[in-house]
């Protein structure tokens, strides 16, 4: 069975930081380039980022950029999103995702809030 499993969300000060791990199961997990997304209530989910197959490539959305870090290491199947300078707008449900066989796979998603 296919599947990705976020963790590492919670509540920061703005600020701080935090680093989200996603650890893909069920596939090859080092054929695949991984994404980042988020989404906040009653917005459209958004790329935060996204690394190719052995780090090739990454992008990142104008807003994380210079805050934001994206990795992967495939010896645990986990990628990874560090957070660096959280800000109350970061405060959203965060997802890792890949197209896996065709068809895309979704994290069931981890909160992440930005408050004091």
């Known amino acids: 069975q296919v599947q990705l499993v976020e963790s590492g969300g919670g509540l920061v000060q703005p600020g701080g930081s935090l680093r989200l791990s996603c650890v893909g199961s069920?596939?090859?997990?080092?054929?695949?380039?991984m994404s980042w997304y988020r989404q906040v209530s009653g917005k459209e989910r958004e790329l935060v980022a996204h690394?190719?197959?052995?780090?090739?490539?990454?992008n990142y959305a104008d807003s994380v950029k210079g805050r934001f870090i994206i990795s992967r290491d495939d010896f645990k199947n986990t990628v990874y999103l560090q957070m660096d300078s959280l800000k109350p707008e970061d405060t959203a449900v965060y997802y890792c995702?890949?197209?896996?066989?065709?068809?895309?796979?979704w994290g069931q998603g981890i909160l992440v809030t930005v408050s004091s």
């Open positions: 690394i190719g197959v052995r780090s090739s490539n990454t």
């Open positions: 995702k890949s197209d896996v066989y065709g068809r895309e796979v």
């Open positions: 069920g596939f090859t997990f080092s054929y695949y380039a």
